[in-house]
């Protein structure tokens, strides 16, 4: 295996829950493809869990439930490097070094972080005064300055690796465009050129929307339209047959609607493309029966799902092939890291007598 001269791939994904049918899509299997092309570290963000102070057994269990699903999805331990953030101690270190040229002001006009602010203060207008409240003077109410520094502990997941590639999703756009910033600061103030400049990848495809089954748009946690990786046949075919959808076509060739559309594009995720057309034609001469259109469809989103499902209770039940395949990636990574590290403590003047 030749990673040399490879562009690295970075990705992190929080430890919150089991992954869907959005994340497999979306996400996952553009990070099985790509473990062939580039040199690709994927990484369970678990110290950036901790920002919501998250229950300690819950955490734990979250962290070996991604691992598992990432393996069972396809993931390649032979060819991608995986590993869980908090065994890389050096991206704790330099997060505390980075933070020194990070400013508050900047981090608290970040999307995400006045989000979670007021769901921390437990404010649910849109108001911009959250400034106020944050600085407050209940000592009860507090945001933690973990919340604050999120974007920095992700610029350094990024920053320790050198990589140039990162594939996230639209929500994580502001955090990447922090990252360079941070980067070209870093840089600039040291008259270095230390860090190069990440951008976002989606390894040559449109990123896909996955919708959900309530026909109210994407799939997502907070919406409990999900079909998951590890749902069992019998659920899984129940949720899909409770899909909403409409009354059906009563003129031929009619315009498809997009609660009923939702279902094609997941067809077309799952399905052959003769089966598809074949619903689609049924559409058009008023001829199609959803029922027999959600069998279809439940079908074959379980030749996905199911063997995925079997591999992650193989991997589940299996802590010590999990802790191999992770003790091996936190080698590969902090030999990374800790060469990052130095520079980086060379550069701001912390060094060895
Ligand atoms: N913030 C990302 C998310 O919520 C997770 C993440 C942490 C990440 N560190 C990263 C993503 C580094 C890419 C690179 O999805």
């Known amino acids: ?14 430890a919150t829950g089991n992954l869907h049918l959005g994340n497999y899509f979306g996400a996952l299997k553009n990070f099985v493809k790509m473990q062939n092309d580039y040199d690709t570290m994927f990484f369970v963000a678990d110290l950036h869990a901790l920002t919501t102070n998250p229950d300690p057994d819950m955490l734990h269990a ?31 270190e330099m ?17 995400s972080f006045k989000d979670k602010a007021r769901k921390q203060l437990g404010i649910k207008s849109e108001s911009d005064d959250i400034e106020k409240e944050i600085i407050g003077t209940d000592s009860n109410k507090r945001v933690n300055a973990g919340l604050l520094t999120y974007p920095t502990l992700m610029a350094v997941d990024i920053l320790i690796q050198k990589a140039t590639k990162v594939p996230v999703g639209k929500d994580q756009e502001q955090h990447l465009e922090l990252t360079r910033r941070f980067a070209r600061r870093f ?9 190069p400049e990440p951008t976002n990848f989606n390894f040559g495809s449109a990123p896909v929307k996955v919708p959900g089954l309530d026909g109210s748009g994407k799939m997502g946690k907070s919406e409990g339209n999900c079909l998951y990786l590890i749902d069992d ?107 990052t590290l130095n520079e980086v403590r060379h550069v701001m003047g912390i060094r060895r007598f």
């Open 187 to 195: 840089n600039s103030f040291y008259g270095v050129e230390l860090f």
């Open 62 to 92: 979250n962290v070996r439930n991604i691992v598992a699903e990432y393996l069972a999805a396809g993931l390649d331990p032979e060819k991608a490097t995986l590993f869980v953030q908090s065994d890389v101690p050096e991206v704790s």
């Open 233 to 339: 046949e019998k659920t899984l075919r129940k949720k899909v047959m409770r899909a909403v959808t409409d009354e059906g076509p009563k003129v031929p060739n009619q315009p498809v609607s997009p609660t009923v559309e939702n279902l094609f594009t997941l067809m077309q995720l799952t399905s052959s493309p003769e089966v598809v057309q074949q619903y689609r034609d049924a559409y058009a001469d008023c001829s199609i029966r959803y029922g027999d259109l959600k069998k279809q469809l439940a079908e074959d989103i379980l030749k996905i799902t199911l063997p995925i499902r079997e591999r992650i209770l193989d991997l589940q039940g299996d802590d010590a092939t999990i802790s191999r395949i992770l003790r091996r990636g936190a080698e590969k990574a902090r030999e990374r890291a800790a060469a």
């Open 1 to 14: 295996m030749n990673q040399q001269n490879k562009e690295i791939v970075v990705s992190g994904i929080r």
């Open 95 to 111: 997060y505390l070094l980075l933070n020194m040229h990070v400013g508050i002001g900047e981090l608290m006009r970040t999307a």
